[in-house]
């Protein structure tokens, strides 16, 4: 079953612990991003990945790293998680032609 | 700068018919996308629209102007099912790839 699977799917954590959310898809898509969702902003890209070893930031980096060593796996990194990184994320992937994203279940992340 | 604009609620009755607007204004246009997104879940892929006109798939359609920047989601016979929120995204070329662009999404309540 084509899938995009991230884990953990729910996680509290403190101020200053660095964590990584991790993501996995199984399409043999090159084009791999991960988003926050926040209650009246919307998705907003944090970083996105054309092919492995190559990444770039989307419009909300800060505070996140990612990498891209093998073509399915996008992990995202926190290396010193703040409150206000508290959010929903969702890690997508799609083959670039037809466009259509592929999302993960979502990683509810809180921050104390 | 880059910006898309929806409804942020709409009530509909079952049954009936209703149309989610979206207007966007993005530096460059690769394709427009909708996607369904039931509470704490991920978004799925509803449509796509890259070239001028409507798109029909069952009782979704979307419908596209790019010279006017704007496109609509329509849901015909409407089910309690489609309570959920509705996503506009705009996939716009940068930096030799591309990235997403999401509105806030449209909530949809479908009533009795």
């Known amino acids: 079953e084509a899938q995009v699977t991230q884990n953990p799917r729910y996680l509290i954590t403190v101020t200053g612990k660095k964590l990584t959310v991790t993501c996995s898809q199984n399409?043999?898509?090159?084009?791999m991003s991960w988003y926050r969702q926040d209650p009246g902003l919307g998705l907003r890209q944090i970083y996105y990945?054309?092919?492995?070893?190559?990444?770039d930031k989307g419009d909300v980096p800060e505070g996140y790293k990612v990498s891209r060593k093998e073509k399915r796996n996008f992990p995202l990194i926190l290396e010193s998680p703040s409150p206000n990184q508290t959010s929903l994320y969702f890690c997508?992937?799609?083959?670039?032609?037809?466009?259509?994203?592929?999302f993960g279940e979502g990683s509810r992340l809180t921050v104390l | 700068g880059q910006n898309i604009d929806q409804p942020t609620e709409m009530t509909a009755t079952e049954g009936a018919i209703v149309q989610i607007n979206c207007t966007y204004q993005?530096?460059?246009?690769?394709?427009l996308f909708w996607y369904q997104q039931h509470a704490g879940e991920a978004p799925t892929f509803l449509s796509y629209?890259?070239?001028?006109g409507l798109e029909e798939k069952g009782r979704f359609s979307s419908f596209l102007s790019r010279s006017k920047g704007y496109s609509y989601l329509l849901l015909k016979e409407l089910q309690m099912k489609d309570s959920a929120s509705y996503l506009c995204?705009?996939?716009?070329?940068?930096?030799?790839?591309?990235?997403?662009?999401f509105g806030t999404g449209t909530r949809l309540k479908v009533l009795a």
């Open positions: 997508a992937s799609t083959e670039g032609v037809s466009g259509e994203l592929f």
């Open positions: 399409m043999n898509h090159e084009y």
């Open positions: 990945s054309m092919n492995v070893e190559v990444t």
């Open positions: 629209n890259v070239l001028d």
């Open positions: 995204a705009v996939r716009a070329p940068t930096s030799g790839t591309y990235k997403y662009i």
């Open positions: 993005t530096s460059g246009f690769n394709g």
